[in-house]
């Protein structure tokens, strides 16, 4: 791997957190703007300001007179860069890409008077900047456009097969490739295995196959997370960056979480308590095995939410505009499985309860909320699977929120790994990922147990 400038920005930076994010920033830009390499790959923590980064970089290649193209994996993913990119600069054309399906983009991007949408990319040539999805740009004919862009920005790489990389490469000379390696792997419906190890291994992330191929190219990291409190960014950072560490952009005491209506000495009260002081707080089952949907994990997990909106909970940070109330869109539940996620969701309407988000980890990831309540994908479970186990699902499920993050589970967890050794096969050619989903779950295990409260 190429020792990249941002890293070594980050430690001439000392313990300013913002001077630090500047050098990582400042190198990538060289590289992107002024390098020779055809690629550019920046690695970003959780809340790093990864869309911050490719906003800037597409403002200043459209400012040096450079075509750009932006590949985002979702529908949603590009409304929302475009959004970005109108309002942080509103006189800058962008094209929007969509489908010919009804309502294909976000109507809401009508109101900015730079921003054209169309199905049709010929209709886009004028514009400095084009942005749609990988499948989309997938099926842009090479006659549609004159010439290969100059220049493109990958968006949420790691979540980009290599496949579908494959498929829009021809369209661009140049690009910057941005994505958390912490998250999720690509998905895939069929079955990968009789390509593990294979350098064109169509499901691999586009990252993977990159570098497989090109393993000079100039490699950067963003150091600092904004979003995780001080709280939040060590465990994450140790239990899934042990090689690519970050730190917070808060120190300790620059976020608080407060109750403007006292605990009633309920389990549920003195765990949110306990994650309004720590950040970190585990609601503790009895053990026992259970059915996925367990009834009273997702009726622990609804109390706690009511509970938290109940209390009338205030936040104040970094930003100094003072306390805020703690509102239902500020709130997030993640589960592992969709079942799950709609047994809380129907727990939550019987107590009133609206406008809080509900959703599995694949979902949830990208966003981010000011306190997060999670049901352990493990909880209950008479065995530790693969899925499980996934390191990226437990990574986005631990690292969504700005000030405290509670953990519902059943006791048995740490006698269930003890139990399910991980014991994947070693694929040759695959480099095997560390730490595995069975060290990251003792990490934060470790970590819930200092703040676990028996329910």
Excluded at 188 to 197: F, K, L, N, P, R
Excluded at 374 to 389: E, I, K, W, Y
Excluded at 392 to 419: F, I
């Amino acid at each position: 791997m190429t020792v990249s400038a941002s890293v070594t920005g980050a430690r001439t930076a000392g313990d300013d957190p913002g001077a630090a994010a500047s050098a990582a920033t400042a190198a990538i830009l060289a590289d992107t703007l002024h390098g020779r390499e055809r690629g550019v790959v920046v690695d970003s923590p959780p809340g790093a300001g990864k869309s911050t980064l490719v906003v800037r970089a597409a403002r200043e290649l459209a400012a040096a007179g450079r075509p750009l193209m932006i590949v985002a994996q979702t529908n949603a993913q590009v409304d929302d860069l475009v959004d970005r990119l109108a309002v942080a600069d509103p006189d800058l054309p962008v094209g929007r890409l969509h489908s010919s399906d009804p309502a294909a983009y976000d109507a809401a991007l009508d109101r900015h008077p730079a921003v054209r949408a169309s199905a049709k990319i010929a209709d886009l040539a004028e514009q400095a900047v084009v942005v749609s999805t990988a499948a989309k740009w997938a099926h842009v004919q090479g006659g549609a456009v004159a010439e290969p862009w100059q220049h493109a920005i990958v968006d949420e790489a790691y979540q980009m097969r290599s496949d579908a990389l494959l498929a829009v490469a021809r369209l661009f000379e140049r690009a910057l490739f941005v994505g958390d390696p912490g998250q999720l792997d690509p998905f895939s419906q069929v079955g990968t295995e009789q390509w593990a190890g294979l350098s064109y291994d169509p499901s691999a992330s586009a990252v993977s196959a990159l570098l497989a191929h090109h393993p000079g190219l100039p490699q950067h990291r963003l150091p600092v997370s904004w979003r995780l409190p001080a709280s939040a960014a060590p465990l994450v950072s140790s239990a899934f960056y042990p090689y690519t560490p970050f730190r917070s952009g808060t120190g300790p005491g620059d976020r608080r979480l407060a109750f403007g209506v006292r605990g009633d000495g309920s389990a549920v009260d003195r765990v949110l308590d306990t994650a309004a002081d720590a950040g970190w707080g585990l609601l503790e089952l009895p053990a026992r095995h259970t059915p996925r949907t367990d009834p009273e994990a997702v009726a622990a997990v609804a109390a706690v939410v009511h509970r938290l909106l109940e209390r009338a909970g205030l936040t104040a940070d970094e930003r100094g505009t003072g306390p805020a109330p703690l509102t239902a869109d500020r709130v997030a539940v993640g589960t592992a499985h969709r079942d799950q996620a709609a047994a809380v969701r129907t727990a939550l309407a019987g107590r009133g309860v609206e406008g809080v988000t509900v959703d599995t980890a694949n979902r949830l990831q990208g966003r981010e909320y000011d306190v997060t309540v999670v049901l352990h994908p493990l909880s209950g479970r008479p065995d530790a699977t693969a899925f499980h186990l996934e390191t990226g699902r437990l990574c986005v499920l631990a690292s969504r929120h700005r000030h405290a993050c509670v953990v519902v589970c059943r006791a048995g967890v740490a006698e269930l790994l003890d139990e399910h050794p991980s014991a994947e096969p070693v694929q040759l050619g695959v480099d095997v990922r560390f730490p595995d989903g069975w060290a990251a779950q003792q990490a934060v295990l470790a970590e819930l147990s200092a703040h676990r409260v028996p329910a």
